[in-house]
């Protein structure tokens, strides 16, 4: 498994790359707004869509949504659903406490959990908008990523190494105390590389950027034991097959959605 991983990887990086720091803003999110399409029919299955004719009217009605922001994207607009995805991410905090919440698969839950995947798909999009709209812009939405890459990285060693004490058990066992450490670590030192590459100087600039890596790398955590919850209530393992070994595209954005909405919201609060 890992070595179909480290192979699906090495395929993947490439085009993201290129996604990343080749196109026009524009351009960026016609493609990722493509991308999280593909991400909400996955949520579908997740909050409880079992037909197929249900899963296509949310992937519509997402399709819909993100014709609209491409079709208007102002910073305005950008910037609000931006914090609105912070607010989200510190309010789930709270969900994942309570395993049960919103567990039984009746039809009250499923429109809770289509409404949550709106705050956790949407923000993201806008965030990474807005993000590759602003000077050097395609270099920071590139550091949010790596930022959270090295995270996931410093987690896998660290939690190997030294991983004990369970961070979240019934949600994702796999998880350690030790891992959340690794990853911390990794994304504060990654924070403070980028913002220095990127042109931060200074003590206290610098410092921001690594309280912001590890604001990032904190909050991707939950947003990967959330999506780990959501798999938890659907009993599913992955949220789709289509990276082998890597699942779906919700497997693999889970961290990035969390991470993006609060690595620009620090980012504009830090005036860089």
């Not at 990722?32 to 409880?48: D, K, N, P, Q, T």
């Amino acid at each position: 498994m890992l070595k179909q991983r480290i192979i699906t990887a090495a395929i993947l990086i490439p085009l993201v790359l290129a996604l990343i720091l080749l196109p026009p803003t524009g351009f960026f999110a016609a493609l990722i707004a493509i991308v999280f399409v593909g991400a909400a029919w996955e949520w579908s299955l997740l909050a409880g869509c079992r037909t197929q004719a249900g899963r296509a009217i949310v992937t519509v009605a997402a399709a819909a949504i993100f014709a609209a922001l491409l079709i208007i994207r102002t910073p305005g607009l950008l910037t609000l659903l931006t914090v609105i995805g912070v607010a989200w991410w510190i309010g789930c905090c709270f969900w994942l406490r309570n395993f049960n919440f919103s567990a039984a698969p009746n039809a009250e839950n499923r429109l809770l959990k289509l409404g949550t995947g709106a705050l956790v798909i949407v923000p993201a999009f806008a965030a990474a908008t807005l993000l590759h709209s602003s000077e050097r812009g395609n270099w920071w939405t590139l550091l949010a990523l790596v930022i959270v890459w090295a995270a996931d990285t410093g987690a896998y060693f660290n939690g190997r190494q030294f991983g004990r004490r369970k961070l979240a058990p019934r949600i994702s066992p796999g998880k350690t105390w030790a891992g959340v450490y690794g990853a911390v670590m990794a994304g504060g030192l990654v924070a403070f590389l980028g913002g220095y590459l990127l042109g931060v100087r200074g003590t206290w600039p610098l410092c921001g950027m690594v309280v912001l890596g590890i604001a990032t790398v904190g909050i991707a955590v939950v947003g990967d034991l959330f999506e780990s919850l959501m798999k938890r209530h659907a009993a599913v393992k992955d949220s789709g097959a289509l990276f082998p070994g890597h699942g779906g595209l919700l497997d693999r954005l889970d961290s990035v959605f969390a991470a993006l909405p609060v690595f620009v919201a620090g980012k504009l609060l830090l005036g860089l």
